[in-house]
């Protein structure tokens, strides 16, 4: 009911730039909140940044004043990831909350793009 297209992972040096975005596209219930997940190898998925439907947005403290998430109005998010540092090395998630008629639909995953960050 929804599809995640994710773009923009790829390879950096450490102190370079990356944008990633996710294209949220449903089919039968409104996508509310939009947010940035990652998973480095060996450690669990853990959030990086979340964006609510009215634009409030929330960070990790760990990319907390590099990163910044938005999203624009056709449900389109977007990960502007400054000053990388080789610990943000990860496959990046994007995953979105649906507003369904008796609540939540919060399991709605992208393929995942990965991020590398070399030294």
């Known amino acids: 009911q929804v599809q995640l297209a994710e773009s923009g992972g790829g390879l950096v040096q450490s102190g370079e730039s990356l944008r990633l975005s996710c294209r949220a596209s449903s089919s039968r219930y409104p996508v509310y909140h939009m947010n940035w997940y990652r998973q480095a190898p060996g450690k669990q998925r853990e959030m990086v940044a979340r964006?609510?439907?009215?634009?409030?947005t929330s960070y990790d403290d760990s990319v907390r004043g590099r990163f910044t998430i938005s999203r624009d109005a056709n449900n389109t998010v977007f990960l502007k990831m400054n000053d990388l540092k080789p610990e943000d090395t990860a496959v990046y998630y994007c995953?979105?909350?649906?507003?369904?008629?008796?609540?939540?639909?919060?399991?709605?995953w992208g393929q995942g793009t990965q991020v590398t960050v070399s030294s």
């Open positions: 995953n979105v909350d649906l507003k369904t008629p008796t609540g939540w639909d919060l399991e709605n």
């Open positions: 964006i609510t439907k009215s634009g409030t």
